[in-house]
């Protein structure tokens, strides 16, 4: 397994913010995949760079347009550059499930080193059209760009998927080829949010995506599948694996059972803290689980 030194990561983006690309790369090289957990405010973008900390792993921190529109672009920029300032981890901010072609040049030019453009839900044509056009727009600032094809399932953000459709590999190589991006998410039976029953992961098509298609394979979905499930994918291609919703419950829960202990609590410092020491404890595993731990020396 290949470690890094910090600082051939933070050569790049003003010694803060660091671009996907690099981290994405060393794990499709080595076998393992980075981490991609979705934060909401302040307190989860610090558990979450705690636990990268203690474990010395490379970490993207994401945000949705949802998410976006609750705090904006230039407070999420803020927060997790001067989060990542005290750290020597890489860290990238990524616009997680980008709408449109204006939202990801915007948080281009806020400051976020990775994009999704997610044209997942758009015709073939149409959704390689959106995907080039903001490869060509986020190329000359060395923003590497991520997209889908195939739908994932379930609710994420606004975006709802009636039915499963996975991924083809044939159109998924026409696709990556077309469009330049740098890093595919792939469809393969998961759905966003937690499982109403054990879901049934078409792991084959994985690995036929993965003999025909050369960038590095996304994983969404990721809350309420199975370690084995995800240990799996991450063998046969995934180099990057999305959390989101269970990190929320995460969040949530340790407030609840505060307030279940400590009914008078009214200090946003004590939610804070309750909800943090939980999300940072999921994210260690989690990252356990992707084995991106110890690959920063
Ligand atoms: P979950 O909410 O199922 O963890 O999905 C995360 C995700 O794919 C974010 O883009
Ligand atoms: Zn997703």
Request: glycine share 6%.
């Amino acid at each position: 397994m290949q470690s890094r030194n910090v600082s051939d990561y933070k050569e790049e983006i003003d010694m803060s913010l660091v671009t996907s690309e690099k981290m994405l790369l060393d794990a499709q090289k080595s076998g393992y995949a980075i981490g991609a957990f979705n934060v909401e405010n302040m307190e989860m973008v610090k558990a979450i760079i705690a636990a990268a900390e203690e474990l010395r792993a490379p970490v993207m921190l994401q945000t949705t347009p949802s998410t976006i529109k609750y705090g904006t672009l230039e407070t999420y920029v803020a927060i997790v550059t001067a989060e990542a300032k005290k750290t020597s981890i890489p860290v990238a901010l990524h616009l997680d499930h980008g709408s449109s072609f204006e939202l990801a040049v915007r948080a281009i030019e806020e400051g976020y080193t990775s994009i999704m453009i997610d044209g997942s839900h758009e015709a073939f044509e149409d959704n390689i059209a959106v995907t080039k056009k903001v490869v060509e727009a986020a190329r000359p600032n060395g923003i590497p760009v991520e997209a889908e094809l195939g739908k994932v399932g379930g609710k994420e953000d606004d975006l709802e998927a009636e039915t499963d459709t996975n991924t083809d590999p044939m159109e998924a190589k026409e696709f990556v080829d077309r469009t330049g991006i740098s890093s595919l998410a792939v469809a393969i039976g998961t759905v966003h949010g937690f499982y109403l029953k054990t879901p049934v992961l078409d792991k084959e098509r994985l690995s036929e995506i993965c003999n025909v298609v050369s960038v590095p394979l996304v994983l969404h979905g990721a809350s309420g599948l199975s370690d084995k499930d995800v240990k799996e994918c991450i063998r046969r291609g995934i180099c990057k694996v999305n959390f989101a919703t269970e990190l929320r419950v995460a969040y949530a829960d340790g407030i609840k059972k505060l307030l279940q202990e400590k009914p008078d609590t009214f200090d946003p410092k004590s939610f804070g803290k309750a909800g943090m020491e939980n999300v940072k404890n999921l994210v260690k595993n989690r990252m356990l689980i992707c084995g991106c731990d110890n690959k920063v020396l």
